[in-house]
């Protein structure tokens, strides 16, 4: 080659490369299948060459939307949609490149996340945790819903924010739900039968994840009570390299002390903590990148691993739900949550502080598991039954059945009557009722803090709480310990969340 041509061939070879990178890119989201939120203005955004200019074709509206990327190839922009439907729609994108997206749908778009038991699949993995929901086979087989489309976010973790997620929206087919969030998928599957207009679901979670892995970095660093949280983390971080480095120490004495080749060190090597186990990670690789598309709420199953800080839990769970409004700009979207179900390992005071945090955060909404749940196996496979309920409160919160009675009873407040106490609770307006000859799990204490098992009593929408052994009865617990089997309902067959009217110092100490 000569010397004239090589120079020439560079710079075409360089302006090749420019015109690739210039090229209008989507994130994962905004893809082909998709579900977009209903009667809003939805995001659609993406990078693109410096100051580009963007054309915009939906071909549910006649005009075309222009916008520019800014100077780092940045660009967003909102566009209407109208009032959803089974219509499919294209969107055409061009600027020095051409993107044509299809198949898409316009519906009622929801986030779902949390750990393993909103990770759990509908279908069976073996050799692994993931056994499949309660009737697997049957659930695959008759998940036939071309409407329902599905987009699992790629389990990914990161020091610092990212800018997209890996995953792609699938119909929800037999060949494509086995892999999918149970609870996300019945849910939705609920949502749609009564609603018959397409429902998106999103699931991003991961098992064995504690929420504090899912809030932001600021959020923890300017809240006084979370702080530990980063401080614990530290120390444990500094535990690991300095266990490392004494680890190499010794090994290097070893191989000093025993040159043969065939000697083997029986030192074990420490181990990090787990990608998904340390603060905000998941929140900067499985959310932020997220946070632009337009949501309708979010579910969440998410407690199991914050059990032992249950008290922390508090102010976390709040402050995580606060954190993720925030990035959407949409208000306080509707959230409603899963309290965990019973399990050995588990403790009362983690169903307190997520029954608790109803009052803490605005547009919330709770299902109770506690007759749901399996003593031996921390992923109960009755997904079903915890899917329905949180589509109840959806039903009833957000879409006109105003009238449904979407929650068990809650616990408002109580009396002292004599050697007596009367429990008042929300959402017991149609009644209350046993599924048992007599009701359990309900102990009364007076002033030593002792509490004995309970005689209880239905009286209109109201329990009245007793005992022989205590004669000035002060404070009612109702299913507090780690394995409850309590057997009281209202009129609706939903269950009443554990609960407690004192506050006394627990095992937790706090």
Known sequence: MSQLKKPVLLALLFCFHLAIKAQIKLPALVGDNMVLQQKTNINLWGWASPNEKIAILVDWQKNVIETSADQKGNWKVAVETPEGSKKTYTIILEGKNKITLHNILIGEVWLCSGQSNMFFPVGKEDGTWKTGVKNYEEEIKNANFPDIRLFTVTTNASQKPLNDVEG???????????SFSGVAYFFGRDLYQKL?????????????????????????EDTPILLPILEENAQKEKNYYTDL???????????????????????????????NKVPYVLYNAMLYPISNFTIKGAIWYQGES??????????????????????????????????IAP????????????????????????????????????HPTDKQTVGKR??????????????????????????????????????????????????????????????????AKIKNNTIIVSSPKVKKPI????????????????????????????????????
């Open 390 to 455: 949180l589509a109840l409160i959806a039903r009833a919160k957000n879409y006109g059945d105003e009238r449904l009675v979407y929650s068990g009873p809650i616990y408002d407040h109580f009396q002292i009557k004599k050697q007596t106490i009367q429990v008042f609770f929300q959402y017991a307006e149609s009644g209350l009722k046993t599924k048992g000859k007599t009701l359990t799990e309900f102990q009364i204490a007076g002033k030593d803090q002792v509490f004995y098992p309970a005689v």
């Open 168 to 178: 792609s929206w699938k119909s929800c087919s037999p060949q494509t739900i086995s």
């Open 475 to 510: 404070a009612v617990r109702f299913a507090w310990k780690a394995i409850p089997e309590p057997n009281l309902f209202n009129k609706n067959d939903l269950p009443a969340s554990p609960f407690r009217t004192d506050n006394w110092p627990t095992k937790l100490g706090k």
């Open 306 to 339: 914050n059990a032992e800080t249950a008290f922390r839990y508090l102010s976390l769970f709040p402050a995580m739900v606060q954190n993720w409004r925030k990035d959407w700009k949409q208000g306080d979207f509707p959230f409603y949550y899963v309290q």
């Open 245 to 275: 480095a004494t680890y190499y120490s010794n090994l290097k004495n070893e191989k000093l002390d025993h040159i043969e080749e065939s000697y083997k060190s029986n030192l074990k090597k420490p181990s990090p903590q787990g990608e």
């Open 343 to 378: 399990h050995k390992s588990q403790n009362p005071e983690i169903r307190e502080a997520q029954l608790l945090s109803l009052q803490k955060i605005p547009n919330s909404g709770m299902v109770v598991t506690t007759d749901v749940g399996d003593a031996n196996n921390i």
């Open 196 to 220: 018959n207009i397409p429902i998106g679901l999103i699931s991003s979670s991961w098992g064995g994840t504690k929420a504090e892995a899912w809030t932001s970095q600021k959020v923890l």
